[in-house]
């Protein structure tokens, strides 16, 4: 039996000396990336372009044309999530050179083109909201980003029904509470002027001075650091 | 054959004979005296200058002589001349004959031949001869200068006179001299000398007592100009003058100049120091990317031997 165990950790051994190592650039891109999100998200306007940057150097490194292309898409969905506009010239080049199906239907999704994207190739997370925009149900729509597991993928959905669908509090809600419980300031301050906005469309003056005050005293805290 | 002796003295004498005419016929032949000789006849209206044997010269050359003169009827002096054969050549028919009489040496007619192809000149005509004389040529040179040389006697004759004269000018300049020094002699003044004046002379004095007074006012004012001076000087000078205020406040100004020299020094220092310390920044800092560097080779040692390392996961939101 214990030769038995002896041989079943050299072979654990020798495994894990089989496995494929990680390319540097990838690692690193992959690093820079995250980085970038994260900034990004907690509103760190001085490190967050330069983070991109060198993500999108290190995967030019690597000659990889579908992870630059990932990674501009990944800048227009924290854009969207934080119900800000981008600019898509450098995916469009991307896209030109080496089209993907996958990337061109969460290219649409973001930009509001619902019946242009193709369903199957979007990821499975956004299909319930792609339905209900095709029926402009913000109930449904409302129900399905509630139910996105991951945090960001629910304020990118958010962002995606806010910015080209009529305005609905409980998804505007729902991206303040995602937001808030991240500690993401930038879609948090953007759902929040957002919501503003939609109580004084709704006549509802109270909630709205009400959100403008709170928003305004975030931003005084934010700049007495 | 034999000789007889008489003959040979005959032969001897024979022949010295006629050696010896044969030397007096050459003699003879070239001194001229077979040649054939051409007579030409002058004429002059004066025979003054003229002698028998005067040379007949042409070009300076010696080309014959006076032979004969004889006076005519109407009283024209008739000049022989003979020219021997082989120099009448230059004896043509616009020949012109001067009589030359030089201020030294002898007389002579002198032949002047223009165009030697003219024909010869015919003995029956008797062209004219001219005269040349250098002595009177000289004495009418000299004439006007014993001219002027008589008037400036004459002028030398007038001047002495004048100076002999008791009334003449020179003896009134000097009259006019001893009057001048016995004046500068005299205990008059220059001025009344130059003016002539008295009441010219008493206007001047009085001008010059004036210009006495004018000097002592200027003293007077010089005095006080340099009273002026003094107060001046100890306004600047003074212990509590202008100037060793300047001095205090220049030497404060050096003490603090060194003072602010000392901090420029020690900025200086500081500078050099920070400029050092950011050399050794840029050590440190190369330090640090060696020790991350080295702490993510680790990490990736590690990774590799665990394999705990997962691939980054690229994917959209």
């Known amino acids: ?225 | 054959m034999t000789m007889s002796r008489e003959y040979k003295v005959g032969l001897f004498i024979g022949a010295t004979a006629l050696i010896i005419i044969t030397a007096l016929f050459y003699l003879a032949f070239s001194k001229g005296v077979f040649e054939r000789i051409h007579t030409f006849t002058l004429s002059s209206k004066s025979g003054e200058g003229f002698t028998e044997g005067m040379p007949v010269v042409f070009s300076g050359f010696n080309i014959g002589n006076v032979h004969a003169l004889e006076l005519n009827d109407e009283g024209v002096v008739l000049i022989d001349i003979k020219i021997p054969d082989r120099h009448v050549k230059w004896i043509r028919s616009d020949s012109s004959f001067v009589l030359y009489r030089p201020l030294i040496g002898s007389a002579r007619i002198i032949v002047n031949t223009e165009n030697l192809k003219s024909p010869s000149l015919d003995p029956h005509k008797m062209p004219e001869v001219l005269t040349v004389n250098d002595i009177n040529d000289a004495i009418a040179k000299i004439e006007p200068v014993l001219d002027r040389v008589t008037e400036i006697a004459e002028n030398i004759r007038v001047l002495t006179r004048n100076l002999s004269d008791p009334k003449g000018d020179f003896h009134r300049v000097l009259g006019n001299a001893e009057k001048i020094t016995s004046n500068f002699a005299s205990k008059k003044s220059l001025v009344e000398m130059a003016v002539s004046d008295k009441e010219s002379v008493k206007a001047i004095k009085e001008s010059l007592k004036k210009l006495k007074d004018i000097t002592s006012n200027i003293d007077r004012v010089l005095v006080k100009i340099d009273k002026m001076a003094d107060k001046t000087d100890r306004e600047i000078y003074g212990e509590n003058g202008a100037l060793p205020q300047i001095n205090t406040i220049l030497k404060d100004l050096v003490i603090k100049l060194t003072k602010l020299d000392k901090t420029v020094d020690n900025i200086n220092s500081i500078s050099t120091d920070a400029s050092e310390g950011m050399k050794d920044l840029h050590i440190l800092r190369s330090d640090i990317d060696d020790a991350v560097k080295s702490i993510d080779d680790v990490a990736k040692k590690l990774d590799a031997i665990i394999g705990s390392k997962k691939a980054p996961e690229f994917r959209v939101p």
Not at chain 1, 76 to 84: F, K, Q, V
Not at chain 1, 104 to 123: E, I, K, W
Not at chain 1, 161 to 172: A, F, G, T
Request: overall charge neutral.
């Open chain 1, 1 to 225: 039996m214990k030769k038995l165990l002896s041989v079943i950790f050299v072979l654990c051994i020798c495994a894990c000396g089989l496995l494929m190592p990680v390319p540097d650039w990838k690692d690193k891109a992959g690093g820079y990336l995250e980085e970038y999100k994260s900034s990004f998200l907690k509103g760190k306007e001085l490190s967050t372009e330069p983070h991109f940057a060198q993500a999108t150097r290190e995967i030019a490194a690597g000659n990889d044309l579908r992870l630059l292309a990932v990674a501009y898409l990944t800048k227009y969905a924290l854009h969207t999530a934080s119900l800000e506009c981008f600019d898509d010239s450098e995916f469009l080049k991307i896209e030109r050179l080496e089209p993907d199906a996958e990337d061109m239907a969460y290219y649409r999704f973001l930009q509001g083109n619902f019946t242009a994207v193709d369903a199957s190739a979007l990821p499975a997370r956004y299909t319930g909201l792609l339905k209900a925009a095709a029926s402009r149900n913000a109930v449904l729509a409302a129900h399905e980003i509630s139910a996105i597991g991951d945090p960001l993928s629910r304020l990118v959905a958010a962002g995606v029904w806010v910015n080209h669908l009529p305005c609905d509090e409980k998804i505007i809600q729902t991206a303040i509470d995602t937001a808030s419980a991240n500690g993401w300031q930038r879609p948090l301050w953007a759902y929040l002027e957002k919501l503003h906005t939609c109580y004084l469309e709704g006549g509802d003056k109270s909630r709205a001075r009400a959100i403008k005050n709170r928003l305004e005293l975030l931003k005084k805290e934010k700049d007495q650091k």
